[in-house]
């Protein structure tokens, strides 16, 4: 089950799918926080302003530190960021 509540998220954001699935992420280059559409692989950078986004692809950077590779690193289990700001509170489950 993911971290992030789906019906809260999509209050936020100016289209929806139903497919979609969202998980709280963390990049393994820098540590910064987003939400992944894990069905249409986009990535939300910034819980402020859900414009900005990143379609994942091969050929992506790092949409934070520029670094050529990255993962995308999924957190299941709130224990994993415990007394951690992750920007997102607002959306968790």
């Given at each position: ?85 992750t920007g997102w509170e607002a959306y968790y489950?």
């Amino acid at each position: 089950m993911s971290l992030i509540n789906k019906e809260k998220f999509e209050k936020n954001k100016d289209y929806e799918f139903k497919e979609s699935v969202y998980e709280l992420c963390k990049t393994d280059c820098c540590g910064k926080f987003c939400i992944k559409d894990s069905k249409i692989l986009e990535l939300f950078i910034n819980p402020k302003d859900f414009n900005e986004v990143i379609l994942i692809n091969k050929d992506a950077k790092c949409p934070f530190c520029g670094v050529d590779k990255f993962k995308i690193v999924e957190i299941k289990d709130f224990n994993e960021i415990q007394n951690v700001k992750t920007g997102w509170e607002a959306y968790y489950n």
